[in-house]
């Protein structure tokens, strides 16, 4: 049995219309001999539309309740596609996430996928041409429905992928793949046909908003090879694809470069070198959910110390109040917020094997006349936070200076 | 544990607003120390609303799918109950049908409910002050989701009180209970306190729109009291009960009026009187699932009679189709269709043990000037078939006969 898992968004099945133009794509893979796992997400703005019919009763609704809400979009939508490819002549059942046994944690709207009943989804593709999957959805172990969080249709696609052992996973969605860097900011951006996880990964943890994160974990954690993919392409070439890093991969130093304006920059300032200092800062700022990206801290010349940090600007508020808390605990004598902040990333894994990359990095900001404020490096990606403003020159000098429109 | 279980129509939930108020109805009774069960119905025009989506698809949908698709409906309304009344400071969770482990068979789209996990209905309970349980909806042994076809939510109410083994089951609806007949044809109509489960069954299959047949015969069956209460009546003798009959109802020889002008009857003509004639034609009609009403046949003059029968207006199509075929198959010489007739039933235990109700019935009829085409009687109903026009003209005058406005 060849397999196929297809992933499409909400944008792509906005409509009964949509809906019928990706059924007539599920229907030419049947006819070439595949079996097909579609997974759907809510159409177009349905999940938008419940979260303001809840927060009609309340700011702050019941997560378990939420996810009995929001499981309800995806519902509609696979019906709505079963009934389309039925109508069409193929035989075709959906199931949501508690019927194909997409078992998780119990952390409602944001719930981990602890195990899939793939031998469910096998007696329904041996009934079936297409298995018509909720994405977004589980439940939990008391029979609660969870819902996935951000990019959880992705997620529930490369987890129903790598559970059948298919050969790669299929994500449509409303752009062209992965670019160099986002083409609205630079116009000769190059498409991306081929990319490491690890890659993808660094990429979207700093600002590129193709995929989550998760869904990458995933793909790398069972090596499931992921095409993104435009769904309204009929471009062979279109789409890229992200897999396991190879030898050839490296030749190249600079795969990508992202730009993040959504973080704010935290300074305690004069804080005591001394042991467990840091332990009590990040573990307070842990303590209260916040997610802390970029860290740095200079050697201290006279016993004290500037410590920074990057928060997510849409926690500022709880980030203030808990950063006096800790000013307090740790004697700090003040501290700085400055939301007027870019982080410009450049991602590769040849880096690992090329020197120099940082010089080139530094010294083409230099000429564009940019100013580096902080700076943090991992194996393969290098980021920079400069003031706001600077953000898209950064891009812009940095996607010439390594040459990634050629 | 003092449980209640009380059903709310779409109407009543139809917006957040009314959402609220319907919570605070049911918090005044978790006050005054009882559990509830509240099973809901989906948000006012909700379901008409998926189905017109499906339409859009194609006008026959599979059944199956529609199911996964309308019993989003009852879940999006239960978790925004939930949501209220956790705002409000109340325990509560909300169900769908396959957590309450409502069991049907497989008839999608019309399911019969087969069994209620009672267990874990009663394990909510013990844990949270109210249950709000999905109404219309259950799935089958395969785990596919089943809706229970029109009035559904009342059966679903009926069924979990009768599974919780409670006092009463309290249907909330936009009208005060039952009444002698309909108030928008005789505006002297009387409220109705008590009526027996038979007495109502008749009077719903007459015609009476407060009840379907179902969840009264579920009552009857459980012996399970079901009041029928206006949602937004202030009025503590507001509603009706109806329970098992008594001696004292039997005082009272009609209880009802009821009219129904959806049926349209078909004679067919000259039939040859030999046995198994009616079989044929009357097998016939089941076989294509047509729902036939009242049955008369005279007694044959010269071996030949006339056969006639009523069915719903709105598969006159069908009914057509099949009553040519039978009159070829029987031999009969012609048929003919009325849809321009009404049914008028009178409706009471009392007429059991109380003569001359008929008479009294044909004489007032006769009185009033109006024809009568078909008689047909049971136990505690006779109904009669007269022209169209006469249908108001009737009830009013039996209204008055049997004095059901004293």
Redesign the interface.
Known sequence: MKIIVQKYGGSSVAT?DK??TIANKVAKKVNAGYKLVVVLSAMGKTTDG?IS??E???KS??A???D??L??GE??T???F???L??MGLSA??V?G??AGIMTDSAHRKAKIVSIDEARLMRELEKHDVVVLTGFQGFNER??ITTLGRGGSDLSAVAAAAALKTEHCEIYTDVDGVFTTDPRIVPEAKHIPVISFDEMLELASSGSKVMQSRSIECGKKYNMPIWVKNTFSDDPNNGTLIKEEDSTMEQVTVRGIALDKKEAKITLKSVKDTPGTAAKVFGMLAEKNINVDMIVQNSSSNGNTDLSFTAPKEELASVMVTTKEIAKAINATEFDVNPAIAKVSIVGVGMKSHAGIAATMFESLAKAGINIDMISTSEIKISVIVHENDGEKAVKALHAAFELDK
């Open positions: 009964t809906i019928r419940l019919l809840a009609e009763i309340t609704p019941d378990r309740e939420m009995m809400l499981s309800t519902q509609v696979v019906a709505l079963a009934i389309t039925k109508e059942i959906s949501n508690p019927q029979g609660d």
